[in-house]
């Protein structure tokens, strides 16, 4: 059951989908009407799950669950990927690549492969003050906080000189 991303509690469950490239206009449309159908088909072993989606940045893709109201199970968290892979087809992108790694470089937001990044930190072009995305957060509460945040204070820090 589809509700307003505002609507959810801190301590909603999230998922965050990194796209290889900035979506369109059209595609945040498309993606909007998509989610919105998807959450509100999303069950839990035939209960409902209470979600919502928001995006950010024309790049990032955040699905949220309301545990409290239903907690998400294998096979509901199941069902959001096969629904992130029907997007990632339908829009030729990718959505689920781990190795990509994005940080901001003034307003301009950067994805680069893992491996370049540790040679960007390397050669100091990422410094600890960089601001990264930390898309390993797992709430609400923490994706608004945690997920911008100097690379110092995230996981990305081990690759700093």
Request: net charge negative.
């Amino acid at each position: 059951m589809f509700t307003e991303y505002k609507n959810l509690p801190n301590n909603s469950r999230v998922w965050i989908y990194q796209a290889d490239r900035e979506f369109t206009e059209n595609e945040i449309n498309f993606i909007s009407e998509k989610a919105e159908d998807f959450i509100n088909q999303w069950t839990r072993h035939g209960d409902d799950l209470k979600g919502s989606f928001t995006i950010k940045y024309n790049q990032f893709l955040v699905l949220a669950v309301d545990e409290s109201f239903n907690n998400v199970s294998g096979c509901s968290i199941d069902s959001s990927v096969r629904f992130i892979k029907e997007l990632e087809n339908e829009l030729q992108l990718d959505l689920m690549d781990k190795m990509n790694v994005t940080f901001k470089d003034n307003d301009n937001i950067n994805l680069v492969k893992l491996f370049d990044f540790q040679k960007f930190a390397k050669e100091q072009k990422v410094t600890a003050e960089t601001i990264v995305f930390n898309n390993m957060v797992d709430t609400k509460e923490d994706f608004e906080s945690n997920w911008e945040i100097p690379a110092k204070d995230s996981w990305h820090k081990r690759f700093l000189v």
